[in-house]
């Protein structure tokens, strides 16, 4: 399980291109193809590579706008936890979920198209959510730094 230098290297080319070439890969690390496809399924089978997928451009689908929700809830109990976090996994439009440690107990990010569709979001949803006291909401006014990859 442990990762070595063209192991590392692999994974930051896969990063920033998913759809790289084997072919192309194999010589970015100076490793044949074989043995670059065997690497790349052992990342994969050993968790190192969750998944592969496209990115989708939010503004093309009519989700243009981003809302941070920072959620108390009314107990800190293991049994309150679990109740929110069953409910949050069910709800498509709640990209992040984070249990965080400060003024909140959890941080979601939303996309929505727009300010009414996010009332629609909190009067219908957010709000009837188990075990939640307070929710505050801040609305992003520009993505500065989104989904970069990571830094090994």
Known sequence: MTLDRIDRLMLRHLQTDGRISNADLASKVNVSP???HRRT???FD???IE????VVNPQSVGLG???MVGVVLDRSTP????KFEAAILALPMILDCHLVAGDFDYLLKIRVADMADFSRLHGGVLIALPEVRQARTFFVMKEVKD????NF
């Open 34 to 36: 074989a043995t670059c």
């Open 147 to 150: 989904g970069a990859a990571l």
């Open 46 to 48: 050993e968790g190192h």
């Open 51 to 54: 998944t592969v997928r496209a």
């Open 65 to 67: 706008a981003i809302a």
């Open 79 to 82: 049994e309150s936890f679990a």
């Open 41 to 43: 399924q052992r990342l």
